[in-house]
């Protein structure tokens, strides 16, 4: 079973459906918006700017600006969208699946959880870089709480600053709770790849160009087939499912290898027959 496990929805889902069965995808996770335009956050496909991005320093100076810059700040929803999400899983639950996106310092962040798990969705969804919070603080500490009691995962970006980019106190806290850290870091690339190491509920998502080939091929020297999890973040950090696709068939893995990644692994945490 071939699943997409990041990708977002801004409108209608007929489009994704017909290009996941082009592909041969069997299911998607779908994950909401936190902006009322999406091309704002849209990714660049100037080479330029994408390996600026992968340059550390240059990188997050770049983000930085981003994300504090009036642009972002204009479009910024107070809490990201989350209906377009459940009405695709309710039309079509054998192919979609979702996790449901959240700003933490919203006062609504809790009631809005549990209005979607209790809606079908299957996970929990936080952008750290546009819902910035202390993953160490209270809030998150009650996130943590609903994840576990409702044995859902956690799936999250990490940060721009120290107390937005830790995820080591909710990581050792909540043993019982499984975490998936997006774009394997960004450009907390090394803290990810040794968190997933050494933790058992830690795996990595391998979505958008910034977990490059090269980046690829060393977390699974690292870590294995076990901690990676298959996604492509159409249509905000790639442009089509096919390119993570291809990311994973250039491994050059075993059949069961490939198998874990490109699905068996997140069938395992979503408990997915």
């Known amino acids: 079973m071939i699943i997409d496990g990041h990708h977002h929805i801004e409108a209608g889902h007929s489009h994704i459906l017909e290009r996941m069965d082009s592909l ?18 849209t990714v660049r496909d100037s080479l330029l700017f994408q390996s ?22 204009n479009v910024l929803l107070k809490n990201p969208v989350n209906d377009r999400v459940l009405d695709a899983i309710k039309a079509v639950p054998n192919r979609f699946l979702g996790f449901v ?31 910035p919070t202390n993953l160490a603080g209270p ?24 107390e937005a980019s830790d995820p080591s106190r909710m990581i050792n ?13 960004m450009q907390y690339y090394r803290q990810a790849m040794i968190l997933a ?32 999890v298959f996604g492509t973040d159409v249509p905000v950090m790639a442009t089509d ?10 491994l050059h893995l075993s059949p069961s290898e490939e198998e874990l990644i490109l699905g068996g692994n997140l069938q395992k945490i979503l408990d997915i027959n």
């Open 52 to 73: 600026n991005f992968l340059l550390q320093t240059v990188g997050v100076a770049k983000m930085r600006n981003l994300i504090q810059g009036k642009t972002l700040q």
């Open 241 to 250: 499912q096919s390119i993570g696709l291809k990311k994973i068939n250039n």
């Open 24 to 41: 041969g995808i069997d299911k998607t996770v779908l994950i909401g918006i936190g902006v009322s335009d999406l091309s704002v956050v």
């Open 139 to 162: 809030r998150m500490m009650k996130i943590c709480e609903i994840a576990r009691e409702r044995k859902v995962p956690i799936f999250f970006h990490q940060g721009l600053t120290k």
């Open 197 to 228: 190491q050494t933790k058992k509920n830690v795996y990595i998502d391998t979505s958008s160009w910034i977990v490059t080939q090269c980046k690829l091929k060393n977390l699974y020297r690292q870590l294995g087939a076990e901690k990676l």
């Open 101 to 131: 996106f959240v700003n933490p310092e919203s006062d609504l962040c809790c009631c809005e959880i549990e209005r979607c798990l209790d809606g079908g969705m299957c996970g929990i969804k936080l952008s750290l870089l546009q819902f």
């Open 173 to 185: 806290d909540f043993p019982d709770v499984t975490f998936i850290i997006a774009h394997a870091g």
